[in-house]
């Protein structure tokens, strides 16, 4: 680690004299672009972050929105959401730096004085078909699983993409809801000079030292061994103990802020929960209790260590706040106290960091990179053979069957999960308040590689879709944005597109983006990752209650919304060869969202299914269950068109649901059948595939992995 030549005169000059050690540490840390997002911040404001269900929005560890009530006996009930990446501790370790990811986003939701209820995970890898991938594949997952269902948090939705760009450098980017009444709400914002800072938690270790400044650099050909001390180790069974100890502080009203420790560690929770208060802290790290000998300074403020939380006390609360910690056994340090003016830290009766708080946490210069224009690909599109590209598409690893992930997670502990991983949306239910919140996440790179702004806004759509097909109203929204080195002007430049195209569609929806997190540096070897701009987005409805995604065999099929009359970032393409522009999208977006959901909430609805990757293909494919679908479309476009904002529902009552859909585009299609098999008329062409098949296309995954 070493603080860069223009920032350690920035330091100097604010001090009036060399950092100390430790101070240097501190500061190359906290200004990485890992924590202050030096290249992003600049292109955040684009984000709308403020509407009537926001009550606490960027800045803090998660954000806070109140969801609406149903019924009498309803309560007013707040959702914390947050977002995390974990993509280069992924790389070099892939099960505990997936593992360790889980363990983070839940501690942010802690944090606000929530209850976490739901975790989901956007993965992204190399080719499916590389051996490094499906190791890569493996241990997250794994770590994920074993992490998530040892604390009781369950997995219910994500994604899984598979894209040669991400050999050399994965993400893993997950997601956490929690619960939390207006009463018991915790902010980071250190409140009052004199109350007490208390570290509860796991012991520091060594581990994961320097990781903020590891995760601000792109990732070195061998950084699966000199990377690996960066990369932490996780305790999920004291993580459960920390989440039931947290409940119960909050329960007694004992916390007045709170701060998780995770990037940079002691020093990063401790300076900006008092940077955020405008105020300093008084620390003695000789305190802070340790599970390894004779560590340093720079050691105990820099250590990632897992499972531990910052919290401000009143004095008169300390011992109580000990006595819960010993109940849960859990180790609790009393490490200094709040105070005016700096962030000061002793060690060994030596101070040993002496700096103002605001400047250490948010001093940060920003940088000033230029910017190349993405440039779209034109028009040249295969002569595929119809047979040989369906199964080519519909067995693509990107648009197969999740199952052998999913299944590996515990997605009912909790017994609030209404509608499970491996539909549109997952919903949970909020009995407290009588409503259903919908879940969806994920990304698609195929877009955003072939059109960075229009395949962000794309991206965006596709999870409200996902939410509407399920009744629910699009709520509110997280990112993580992940990018290359921004040093590339090509590669800022699809960083910013992805940030514009994103937050355009966002505004367009009405759905304000609350918080999320910036990752870039995700280049190595074999070059930079696409630009990939996961949303995380909840949705509500009133009850939990929705249409399942198979049909049932007793009704028509219809196409709700517009087709965009291209094929560009297709899994077509991908699969076939060839390339386009990148389809139109709805020019009255919240009228598609709208329309969806409309059709979802009527009585003769009797399943539904958002169409968007592997297009009409693979959502017709995905409906066959233990009944089936005779289906017509013009061409092959149609059949593998992608673009979002569409759904195909089966119905009772084709009417109601072209007087629900409004001025959206409705489509026959044909009808569900008794038989359970797939029969596709594509102009003059005609395919089938019974259920069998289908699953056997599907489950290429599950085949490759057994």
Avoid at 430 to 438: D, K, M, P, V, Y
Avoid at 469 to 498: Q, T
Wanted: aromatic content about 6%.
């Amino acid at each position: 680690m070493s603080l860069s030549d223009p920032d350690h005169e920035l330091v100097a000059a604010e001090l009036g004299r060399d950092p100390t050690p430790a101070e240097a540490a501190l500061f190359e840390n906290l200004w990485s672009e890992h924590c202050a997002y030096r290249s992003s911040r600049p292109l955040l404001s684009a984000f709308d972050s403020e509407a009537d269900q926001v009550v606490v929005g960027p800045g803090d560890d998660a954000a806070v929105v109140s969801l609406p009530t149903y019924g009498d006996d309803a309560a007013e009930t707040y959702v914390a959401m947050g977002i995390e990446s974990h993509n280069h501790p992924s790389y070099v370790d892939p099960y505990d730096g997936a593992a360790t990811g889980v363990g983070g986003i839940v501690r942010d939701i802690l944090s606000m004085g929530a209850y976490p209820i739901a975790l989901t995970d956007s993965l992204y890898f190399g080719g499916f078909d590389r051996e490094h991938s499906r190791y890569l594949f493996e241990g997250v997952v794994e770590g994920i699983a074993d992490y998530g269902n040892a604390i009781g948090v369950p997995t219910v939705g994500g994604s899984v993409e598979f894209h040669d760009d991400y050999e050399g450098n994965p993400l893993v980017n997950v997601a956490c809801v929690g619960l939390v009444t207006p009463d018991r709400l915790v902010t980071a914002e250190a409140k009052t000079p004199g109350n007490k800072l208390v570290l509860v938690g796991n012991a520091t270790g060594r581990d994961g030292l320097g990781g903020a400044s590891f995760a601000s650099e792109d990732l070195s050909e061998d950084a699966e061994t000199e990377d690996r001390p960066a990369v932490q180790v996780g305790d999920p069974y004291t993580e459960k103990l920390l989440i039931e100890a947290n409940e119960a502080l909050v329960d007694e009203n004992l916390i007045r802020a709170a701060r998780d420790l995770g990037a940079a560690g002691l020093g990063g929770a401790s300076s900006e929960l008092v940077a955020k208060g405008g105020l300093g802290a008084h620390i003695e790290l000789d305190r802070v209790h340790q599970r390894e000998p004779n560590m340093s300074a720079l050691e105990i403020l820099l250590a990632e260590s897992q499972e531990r939380m910052c919290y401000e006390v009143r004095p008169e609360d300390v011992e109580r706040v000990q006595e819960i910690a010993d109940r849960y056994d859990l180790g609790c340090s009393v490490i200094g106290e709040v105070q005016e003016g700096n962030y000061v830290c002793t060690f060994e009766d030596e101070t040993v960091v002496d700096v103002p708080a605001e400047f250490l946490a948010d001093g940060a210069p920003m940088n000033d990179l230029p910017m190349e224009e993405p440039v779209e690909a034109a028009r040249d599109l295969p002569d595929a053979d119809l047979e040989s590209a369906f199964d080519a598409v519909v067995g693509n690893p990107n648009t197969a069957s999740k199952e052998w992930v999913y299944r590996q997670y515990d997605h009912e502990v909790g017994t609030r999960t209404a509608r499970r991983p491996g539909d549109d949306a997952a919903i949970m239910a909020i009995r407290e308040s009588g409503t259903g919140l919908a879940l969806s996440a994920g990304a698609i790179p195929a877009w955003t590689d072939a059109n960075p702004y229009d395949g962000a806004r794309a991206v965006a759509l596709e999870n409200a879709t996902n939410l509407a097909a399920k009744g629910a109203v699009p709520h509110a929204a997280v990112d993580c944005l992940n990018g290359g080195n921004p040093e590339k002007p090509d590669v800022y430049g699809g960083f910013g597109a992805i940030v514009d195209g994103l937050a355009d569609m966002c505004r367009d929806l009405s759905v304000p983006v609350v918080g999320g997190n910036v990752s870039l540096y995700n280049d190595s070897v074999a070059g930079p990752i696409p630009p990939t701009p996961t949303v995380a987005m909840i949705g509500v409805r009133e009850g939990y209650d929705a249409p399942p995604l198979t049909v049932t065999g007793e009704g028509s099929l219809l196409e709700v919304g517009a087709r965009g009359g291209a094929l560009g970032g297709s899994t077509y393409l991908a699969t076939q060869g060839g390339s386009d522009g990148f389809p139109d999208l709805p020019a009255d977006p919240t009228a598609a969202v709208d329309a969806v959901r409309a059709v979802a909430d009527l009585d003769s609805t009797l399943a539904t299914h958002d169409v968007s990757h592997g297009g009409l293909a693979v959502t017709l494919a995905e409906m066959v269950g233990s009944a089936g679908i005779s289906a017509a479309v013009e061409d092959a476009a149609a059949l593998f068109d992608e673009t979002p904002g569409r759904v195909v529902v089966e119905t009772t009552d084709p009417a109601a649901v072209e007087a629900a859909a409004g001025d959206v585009p409705v489509r026959d299609l044909g009808a569900a059948t008794a038989k359970a098999d797939l029969t596709l008329s594509v102009g003059d062409e005609q395919l089938t595939r019974d259920a069998d098949g289908i699953r056997g296309l599907r489950d290429v995954i599950d085949r490759e992995l057994e």
